[in-house]
Each structure stands twice: as C-alpha cells, then as structure tokens.
C-alpha cells in the first residue's frame, strides 16, 4: 500500500534560517504530491504540490521538487518567519487508484523564534 | 474558490448524546468527500470515503454504527457519531474531491476548517 514517511520533528528555527523537511513515499502508479500547513485550532491549507515527477511546487516562499528516482518530496524555505510556525504535512494521493484516498505523512512541528 | 465548510466549529456534549456533524462544499459539486479523525499531535486518520448517492466506505477498525455518513447530495456530507463518549473526543476534519475538471485537479482534495467534539 502507499505510504509517507517525513521527518520526525519538532524543529525549532530562527527567524530567516533556512528549512527542510524530508517526505518520502511509496506508491504503486504516479501519484499526486502534497504538502498541507495545519495551523493550531485549524483544519489543513493546502501550501503547494505537484502531479508529476519533476514538477515544482511552490507557494509562499516554499519549495519542493517532485523527485521520482528518489521517492522524495522534500519542503524548503529559504528564509523562514515566525508566522510559518504550525504542523506541516506530506501527502500523496494516488492516481485513479485508492478511490482517491490521501496517504498523510505524521506532521512536522515546526517553531521558528525571533 | 473550492471552499469547504464544517458546521459546527465546536461542540459538546454529554456522553450518550448522538452529535452530527456537516461538510459542505460551498462553489462546487463533490462527487467524494472523505472523514478524518485527527488525534493531539498526531496525524490524520482516514474514517471512511463517502460518495454521493451510495453507502461510504469505512477504513478497517472505524465502526460503521457509531459514525455514521450521509451524502445525500453533491455539496453535503454529514457525520453522525452516535452515543458519544469520551474517547470520542477529537479534531473531525472532512476533505471534498470535486467532479474532475470542475475544481483543481482529478486528486486535489479541499479540506474543510475541522470540528472540534469534546464529549464529557
């Protein structure tokens, strides 16, 4: 079956440090990839993604790169904010396999201090 | 566009009490929705895959009785837990998948803002 497996947090940063978070999958087909940001009391926003390999999904200043050869889908931000503080989340969904269902990555807590 | 709304935000109730919960797509049709259960600190349990107009699907180990899941149409879905306890007590998120083409890609799911049941 598919699964996510991302970096074990929690990870605490300064502001405008540089992040990365590592996500790898496994999956049967060619999946969708995701990365959600969860603020506390929230539901998940989606942040970025990515449908094919090499694809680059970017949004707010993060980064991640569809990479096929290497199951990875790792999240990077150059210069991080004490407002990007919250969970993040790898996921992949599988293409018209799996009825659809998304497979989640633990979440990674990331803290970025002043 | 794609917004997902859940009603209620939060609630509580006695124990025994049977709580319903509702995800609505807002500005488009749904053809699956799918509930999750998120424990603290913790990731995102898949409960069932609900389509409309047919039974849903529930993951192995989730109880078919006690939640229970309608989608009686393409922008609503609703979750009932039934005789709530405490170790009912949780983050309920839903996710809708529009009808392909229609909103974002064929396996981009939008996530509703998640209720929060607190059984005492």
């Known amino acids: 079956g598919n699964s996510v497996t991302q970096m074990e947090g929690p990870v605490t940063l300064s502001e405008e440090a540089f992040l990365t978070i590592n996500c790898t999958y496994t999956?049967?087909?060619?999946?969708?990839l995701f990365w959600y940001v969860q603020y506390p009391g929230e539901g998940l926003q989606l942040l970025l993604k990515?449908?094919?390999?090499?694809d680059k999904g970017s949004n707010k200043g993060f980064e991640a790169t569809y990479r096929k050869e290497t199951t990875s889908f790792h999240l990077e931000k150059g210069s991080v904010q004490v407002s990007d503080s919250a969970v993040y989340f790898c996921?992949?969904?599988?293409?018209?396999?799996?009825?659809?269902?998304?497979?989640f990555g633990d979440g990674t807590t990331l803290t970025v201090k002043p | 566009g794609a917004v997902v709304s859940q009603h209620p935000s939060r609630v509580i109730c006695k124990s025994g009490t049977s709580v319903k919960i509702e995800c609505r797509s807002l500005?488009?049709?749904?053809?699956?929705m799918f509930w999750y259960r998120q424990f603290p600190k913790k990731s995102l349990m898949l409960m069932a895959t609900?389509?409309?107009?047919?039974?849903?699907?529930?993951e192995q180990g989730v109880e078919k009785d006690k939640f229970l899941i309608n989608h009686a149409s393409l922008t609503l879905s609703t979750l009932t837990v039934t005789s709530a306890h405490p170790e009912d007590s949780s983050f309920y998120i839903c996710?809708?998948?529009?009808?392909?083409?229609?909103?974002?890609?064929?396996?981009?799911?939008?996530f509703g803002p998640g209720t929060r049941l607190t059984v005492l």
């Open positions: 996921a992949l969904t599988g293409y018209n396999t799996n009825a659809g269902k998304s497979t």
């Open positions: 500005d488009f049709q749904a053809t699956t």
């Open positions: 999956a049967t087909g060619y999946p969708s």
């Open positions: 996710s809708a998948r529009s009808i392909p083409g229609l909103a974002g890609d064929d396996n981009e799911q939008f």
């Open positions: 609900s389509n409309e107009g047919s039974k849903a699907t529930y």
């Open positions: 990515a449908t094919k390999a090499d």
